[in-house]
Every structure is written in C-alpha cells, then in structure tokens.
C-alpha cells in the first residue's frame, strides 16, 4: 500500500495566518491526491482534488500543489470557520490511502 | 441536495454479523461508483471497500477482504455493507460516500470521495 506522510500532526495558529499543511506519498501518485477538511461529529468534506482543484463551493483562500511526490494544501488567510482537521488522500492505487490528519488548532 | 444517509450501526459481538444501508438521494446514483469508508480515532480514515457503477467489480481493503462484501441497488439508490465475523477492531464510524461522476470521464479521475454520509456507529464488544 502507499503510505501517505502527513505534516504537522497539530499546528497552533492565528485568524489571518498563512498555514501550510504538507503530505508526503511513499511512491509516485501523480496528481492523485484530494484534501478534506472534518470538523468534530461531522463526515469530512472534500477541499481538493487532482492536487489543485478546488472543490466547487470552496472558498478559493484553499489551495493545492504537488512537487514530487510532496503535497500542499495551503490555507492563505485562516478563517475562524477552518479551525479543523484536514486530511490527505491518494487514489492512484488501491488501497487509497489517508494523511493521519493535521488538527488546525487557534494559538 | 445530495444527501447520503447510513443506517444499521449498532453493538454487535465478537464473530457477529451486522449489514449496513446508505440511501442516497439529489443525484444520479447509477453514474457514481460508491465507497465505504471507516473512522477510528486511534487509525483515522481508512478505506475500506469500492464498488463499481454496475455493482459488478468490488475493491476491499485487505483488513476486510473476505468477512465484508460490498453492494448496491440502483434502483432503489442504496449501497450495502455486509459484514460478517466481526471483530473488536472493526469498532468505527462507518461512513458511506460516493466518488466522482463517471459519466463525466473514466472513473478512476474522479476516484477521490465527493459526497459523503453522517456515519454509522458500529461497536463491537462482548
């Protein structure tokens, strides 16, 4: 299976902080790689997909980029509303595999 | 409005069965090909089984494969999880969701989970 390598496991930050979240894959996943975003009790909800397309409905302070097998998902001004979890995702192959998650936490 | 709803969680015993349901309604389910995917807060998400638009080609995650079968019905929009054997590190939220649009080009574009359910608890626990 792809082991996917997410980055930090928390990060502490301000309203209006630029926050940067990276996954690593073990192999080569192309551009196979989607973004979600979970809040508590809730299911998670799709930010990006194919490494830098923003789902429809999301607020485009969300983005996403790919060098090597390293991924992004940067937030360009954090919003009360994305104090969250987020977690990558790789469907190049099966198993798909999950980021063990970032919790975006207020500093 | 898509809306995906799981149903048939429960406590369930060591070895024992459970089938879970996802009704989902607000888009053309036969163009979706539909996962199950599972939540644990010591493992975090993990896929556990696709299947096709037609039902006739399934995927499990080897953790599942052989105890849980995935299915559906178009036409009653539903997607189904059969699990049998069931053991203490099955204890999830079971969470249902759709991948992308295969109408829209070759499904594997769109793999990634687009529409997802509330989830359903599933303990088991003598």
């Known amino acids: 299976d792809i082991q996917m390598t997410q980055s930090p496991s928390t990060l502490f930050a301000s309203v209006g902080d630029r926050v940067t979240i990276t996954c690593r894959a073990s192999q080569n996943i192309n551009t196979w790689l989607a973004w979600y975003q979970q809040k508590p009790g809730k299911a998670p909800k799709l930010l990006i997909y194919q490494a830098s397309s923003l789902e429809s409905g999301v607020p485009s302070r969300f983005s996403g980029s790919r060098s090597g097998t390293e991924f992004t998902l940067t937030i360009s001004s954090l919003q009360p509303d994305d104090f969250a979890t987020y977690f990558c995702q790789q469907y190049h192959s099966y198993s798909w595999t999950f980021g063990q998650g970032t919790k975006v936490e207020i500093k | 409005e898509v809306h995906l709803m799981e149903s048939g969680g429960g406590l369930v015993q060591p070895g024992g069965s459970r089938r879970l349901s996802c009704a989902a309604s607000g888009f053309t389910f036969s163009n979706y090909e539909m996962n199950w995917v599972r939540q644990t807060p010591g493992k975090g998400l993990e896929w556990i089984s696709n299947?096709?638009?037609?039902?006739?080609?399934?995927h499990h995650a080897d953790s599942v494969k052989g105890r849980f079968t995935i299915s559906r019905d178009n036409a009653k929009n539903s997607l189904y999880l059969q699990m049998n054997n069931l053991r203490v590190e099955d204890t999830a939220v079971y969470y249902c969701a759709s991948a992308g649009d295969c109408a829209t080009g070759p499904c594997h574009n769109t793999a990634y989970f687009r529409y997802w359910g509330q989830g359903a608890v599933v303990t088991v626990a003598s």
């Open positions: 299947i096709s638009t037609s039902g006739d080609i399934t």
